[in-house]
């Protein structure tokens, strides 16, 4: 089924809509999901927490690309999740991608004003535009949809070490960028 048809079956306040969003959209959500989490049973559940949401924000809300939209709800949740239970000792597979950008990037913890944050995302917007294809794709897949540094390597032919300086490179430019352009890290 297609996007907009099941964005219909959400404004006509259809509960299909559920169950076509997570056959259409759930094994992406769920190797977002998977790749924060860890487990299966939490992926899982925040799976459902996806659904909910996104059927208690559309409508009024309506998204441009139903994809990127569950993704970005996914990812939230799950990072949320992850937080959580980080304070619990339970999770440590998120704990080396988030510290990776943190010198990068200013700590999340930080209250900043509206519109810093969209200073902030409008830098790494214009940052990310920059980079050549390639190198555009491994960003977004080692930072945003958190593959292993193990998968990104051997899918590029190349050492995991290899991998590991490639990406270090992308951090240190973004974080020359953030300099330029002003933003405190």
């Given at each position: 089924?297609?996007?907009?048809?099941?964005?219909?079956?959400y404004?006509?306040?259809?509960?299909?809509?559920?169950?076509?969003t997570?056959?259409?959209?759930?094994?992406?959500?769920?190797?977002?999901?998977?790749?924060?989490?860890?487990?299966?049973?939490?992926?899982?559940?925040?799976?459902?927490d996806?659904?909910?949401?996104a059927?208690?924000?559309?409508?009024?809300?309506?998204?441009?690309?139903?994809?990127?939209?569950?993704?970005?709800?996914?990812?939230?949740?799950?990072?949320?999740?992850y937080?959580?239970?980080?304070?619990?000792?339970?999770?440590?597979?998120?704990?080396?991608?988030?510290s990776?950008?943190?010198?990068?990037v200013?700590?999340?913890?930080?209250?900043?004003?509206?519109?810093?944050?969209?200073?902030?995302?409008?830098?790494?917007?214009?940052?990310?535009?920059?980079?050549?294809?390639?190198?555009?794709?491994?960003?977004?897949?080692?930072?945003?949809?958190?593959?292993?540094?193990?998968?990104?390597?051997?899918?590029?032919?190349?050492?995991?070490?290899?991998?590991?300086?490639?990406?270090?490179?992308?951090?240190?430019?973004?974080?020359?960028?953030?300099?330029?352009?002003?933003?405190?890290?």
């Open positions: 089924m297609e996007a907009k048809t099941i964005l219909d079956l404004m006509r306040r259809s509960e299909r809509a559920i169950t076509e997570a056959g259409k959209y759930g094994p992406y959500c769920g190797a977002v999901a998977e790749r924060i989490l860890g487990c299966p049973e939490d992926t899982e559940e925040l799976l459902n996806t659904w909910l949401a059927w208690n924000d559309i409508p009024p809300s309506l998204p441009a690309c139903l994809r990127a939209y569950l993704g970005r709800l996914t990812r939230n949740l799950a990072i949320s999740r937080r959580f239970f980080r304070t619990k000792k339970r999770y440590a597979g998120m704990e080396s991608l988030l990776e950008l943190e010198d990068c200013p700590a999340s913890e930080c209250v900043e004003d509206r519109l810093e944050r969209m200073e902030l995302s409008r830098v790494l917007q214009a940052w990310v535009d920059g980079l050549e294809a390639r190198e555009r794709q491994l960003f977004v897949r080692r930072y945003w949809h958190g593959v292993a540094v193990k998968t990104l390597a051997r899918e590029a032919g190349i050492t995991q070490n290899a991998m590991t300086q490639r990406l270090l490179r992308l951090r240190r430019s973004l974080q020359a960028r953030l300099e330029q352009e002003g933003v405190e890290l």
